[in-house]
């Protein structure tokens, strides 16, 4: 017998085996519940709600590309632009009700100095939003 007998040994072992009977009647359980349970998931309520009338969708704002070469040249949407003059830009941008994005694009051999330079006039401007645009490698190259 699997529990013990009324038999004294000397040698009695503790029992290794796993008792699987309520393990399987616990399954069995929740796999009716389930089976009762899942029809119900699929039943749907018809509800009659509001309507309601929403605002327009927020347009997309303006965004502004800005590009730096690896000599240091900047590009405003593919033109050359000089620090000062993209000074201006920068406060004329800023001035606006809502403010562009900046995406700007660096190579990547640029000195970081031009871009924390184009960094800081476009927060002094009261630029906030600049976003660093990035292409992945190419298939096959490592980093």
Do not use: C
Request: hydrophobic share 45%.
């Amino acid at each position: 017998m699997a529990f013990g007998g009324l038999e004294k040994k000397q040698t009695a072992a503790p029992m290794a085996e796993i008792n699987m009977t309520p393990l399987i009647d616990v399954m069995l359980v929740l796999l009716v519940i389930f089976i009762i349970t899942a029809p119900l998931f699929t039943h749907a309520i018809r509800l009659d709600l509001p309507k309601v009338a929403s605002a327009p969708a927020r347009e997309t704002p303006q965004t502004i590309s800005l590009s730096i070469d690896a000599a240091g040249k900047l590009y405003w949407d593919g033109s050359v632009i000089t620090l000062e003059q993209l000074r201006g830009r920068f406060a004329q941008a800023g001035k606006q009700a809502d403010q562009p994005e900046i995406h700007l694009h660096a190579e990547r051999n640029t000195r970081y100095e031009v871009i924390a330079q184009v960094m800081g006039a476009a927060q002094q401007a009261g630029l906030e939003r600049i976003g660093f645009v990035t292409e992945p490698p190419p298939p096959g190259s490592q980093q």
